[in-house]
């Protein structure tokens, strides 16, 4: 069965600093692994997706991830934070073939001026 | 393109009432999905479709019903509604590839519920 840690409900940095979301995976197939961000009252919107091809991801607003079999990691990087990267992040696995999505607990990320 | 637009976006129930939370997706997409979000707990899936008149239960399922009779729709419906099914409800939705499956999805804004 599939299922995702993220370490650290909450991480805080300043603006500039480098942003690291932790998130390990478990899973008994070749995983697809993804990160969401959700801003206050808002949906979710996908940040970036791992498919089994490139093992680091770009994703958007300057957001990466890379894909780390050997540590069953898939953890989260921004080199320079900015304020409007204050939002919850969750990292999720497909759980089957129908598309389920299986998410960890998120992560809230705070950015101080 | 609106893509996921759920109604409505909030909602006060009493304890035993009822009510069906409408998602449309404007995406032709095969998959739906329903979850709720509580704090500290993520998102976990209450009910998802397959297809246009299919539903299948999903993690959290008990207290809900689904229904997919048109492919645009998923309906999630509340028969008695209880305190412990306050929650924000997403509803999502998904496509297939012939490389990848099932791909990422595309979530709604969210029906924030409050039970009294």
């Known amino acids: 069965a599939q299922s995702v840690t993220q370490l650290g409900s909450h991480v805080s940095v300043s603006e500039g600093a480098l942003v690291l979301l932790r998130c390990n995976y478990s899973?008994?197939?070749?995983?697809?692994l993804f990160w969401y961000v959700q801003y206050p009252n808002q949906g979710l919107q996908l940040l970036l997706k791992?498919?089994?091809?490139?093992?680091l991801v770009k994703g958007i607003n300057g957001f990466e991830a890379e894909f780390k079999k050997s540590e069953t990691s898939f953890h989260l990087t921004k080199p320079s934070a900015h304020m409007s990267d204050a939002a919850e992040y969750f990292c999720?696995?497909?759980?089957?073939?129908?598309?389920?999505?299986?998410f960890g607990k998120g992560t809230k990320l705070s950015v101080k001026p | 393109n609106a893509g996921v637009t759920q109604t409505p976006k909030f909602r006060v129930l009493k304890t035993g009432q009822s009510m069906t939370l409408l998602c449309a997706q404007d995406?032709?997409?095969?998959?739906m999905y329903w979850y709720r979000q509580d704090p500290g707990m993520g998102l976990r899936l209450i009910h998802y479709?397959?297809?246009?008149?299919?539903?299948a239960k999903g993690e959290v399922p008990d207290g809900y019903n689904v229904s997919r009779l048109k492919k645009q729709n998923f309906l999630l419906g509340l028969e008695s509604a209880a305190p412990s099914q306050t929650s924000v409800y997403f509803c999502?939705?998904?496509?297939?590839?012939?490389?990848?499956?099932?791909?990422?999805?595309?979530f709604g804004q969210g029906t924030r519920l409050t039970v009294v």
């Open positions: 999502a939705s998904s496509y297939s590839n012939l490389r990848q499956g099932v791909t990422e999805a595309f």
């Open positions: 899973s008994s197939v070749p995983p697809y």
């Open positions: 791992y498919t089994s091809a490139a093992t």
């Open positions: 999720a696995v497909r759980g089957g073939s129908q598309g389920n999505l299986i």
């Open positions: 995406m032709n997409h095969e998959y």
């Open positions: 479709s397959v297809g246009e008149g299919t539903t």
